[in-house]
Each structure stands twice: as structure tokens, then as C-alpha cells.
């Protein structure tokens, strides 16, 4: 049992560098969403998909873009990687779409992607 | 728009004592509300949920909370703590259509 699945786990990046977390589910989930982790800050949500063919801005998503490619499929990229975006990037899914989501159901994560900007 | 608070960002208990996490929350209409555990270098995982059933949640691991909606609160407790249970937990809220939000986190510490 898969679950969610994010890709790479580690990386290093150069400021200025450019590149994409992948994150795929295999539970046929509709909704899926982008968290980033920083010390003292909880979870904030970058970027989320309602479902197939939609994204909507979270509470931080300056820097980043997202593209759901299919429904099983949701990835973030970071187009010119800054040291702000050092961060524990975490990649998660829900059955339902954020209706669904907000009336209880629960958030299925990924194990995370540690991402240092130098 | 909904919001969370965690009163405190770290809590020390000895092993066998109560577990007591706060949480207040603030929401337009009516929530539900969350609460996750994270060990050290893993994903977050479902503790317990309050979706407007009974005010008293049961969770995994012997954790429960209870809703009070007069006191917009939402605290975690367990009767007696075990040294697996030291983790960072997170107060998540959520109404209507809006995705969750999440507490900034309190980490438990559990001494032997």
C-alpha cells in the first residue's frame, strides 16, 4: 500500500536553480495539497487541487507553481530557488474535494522532502 | 476565515502522568477539527477527528478530545503518557469549503 509518494526525498539546490517535487497517490483521491514545514510554524499550505484540473493558491504560494497532470498526479516546482524556500515540503490527499476535505475528512501525507537552498 | 492556537509549543510530562495539548480555535461556522501527530522525520497521521457528532472524540493510542464549542476549545488528553508518544502534535481546523488550517505545533516531550 503506497499511499502518497513524494519525490526526491533530499535535495540541495544553488539559489537561483530551478526544480519540481513530484508527488503521486494511488487511493483515487480527488483533492491533493502542498505544505511546507518550518520550525514554529506548523504546516502552511502553498498550493491545492480540488480536484482533476483545478489548482488555487494557498496561504504561500509566491514562488512556486503547481500542476495536477492527472489525479493521481500533483507537482510543485520552484522556478528560481531562494533560501527562504529552505523548508520540509510535505505533499498530501483527500477523497473528497475541499468540500469534502472541510467536513471531515482526513489528510492522507506523504513522507516529506527536505529541501535546502544554499 | 478559521484560525488555531496552540498555547503552548512544548510540553514536558513524566512517563505515566496525564497528557493535557490546548487548542483554541476560531471558525465562522461549524468546524471540524483535527488533531495530527508527527514522530521525528515522518508524515503527519491522524490522531482523532471532530465532525459535529459527539464532543467527545476518541483517538488511537489512548488519546481523546473534547469539543467545547462555549469555550471555542479543543484539547488533546491522554491519561498516562508513554515514551512512543513523544511527537510534535498539530491542532488542524477546517469549515465550509475552505482547506485546513494548521496550529504552528506543540511538541511533547516524555521523560522516563
Known amino acids: 500500500n503506497a499511499g502518497v509518494t513524494q519525490t526526491p526525498k533530499f535535495q540541495v539546490l544553488k539559489t537561483g536553480q530551478s526544480m519540481t517535487l513530484q508527488c503521486a497517490q494511488d487511493m483515487n483521491h480527488n483533492s491533493m495539497y502542498w505544505y511546507r514545514q518550518d520550525p514554529g510554524m506548523g504546516l502552511r499550505l502553498i498550493y491545492y487541487s480540488a480536484s482533476e484540473g483545478t489548482t488555487d493558491k494557498g496561504e504561500v504560494p509566491n514562488g512556486y507553481n503547481v500542476s495536477r497532470l492527472n489525479k493521481r498526479e500533483f507537482s510543485l516546482r520552484l522556478e528560481s530557488a531562494a533560501p527562504s524556500q529552505t523548508s520540509v515540503y510535505f505533499c498530501a490527499s483527500a477523497g473528497g474535494t475541499v468540500r469534502g476535505t472541510g467536513r471531515g475528512e482526513k489528510l492522507f501525507f506523504g513522507s516529506g522532502t527536505q529541501l535546502s537552498v544554499l | 476565515a478559521q484560525s488555531v492556537t496552540q498555547l503552548d509549543s512544548h510540553v514536558s510530562v513524566s512517563e505515566g502522568t496525564p497528557v493535557l495539548l490546548r487548542c483554541n480555535y476560531s471558525s465562522s461556522y461549524s468546524p471540524s477539527l483535527f488533531w495530527y501527530v508527527q514522530h521525528p522525520n515522518k508524515g503527519l497521521q491522524l490522531l482523532l477527528k471532530?465532525?459535529?457528532?459527539?464532543?467527545l472524540v476518541k483517538g488511537i493510542n489512548g488519546f481523546e478530545a473534547e469539543f467545547k464549542k462555549s469555550e471555542t476549545s479543543f484539547h488533546l488528553t491522554k491519561p498516562s503518557a508513554h515514551m512512543s508518544d513523544a511527537a510534535e502534535y498539530f491542532c488542524?481546523?477546517?469549515?465550509?469549503?475552505?482547506?485546513?488550517?494548521f496550529g504552528k505545533g506543540t511538541r511533547l516531550s516524555v521523560i522516563a
Open positions: 488542524v481546523v477546517s469549515d465550509r469549503n475552505t482547506p485546513l488550517v
Open positions: 471532530y465532525t459535529s457528532a459527539a464532543t
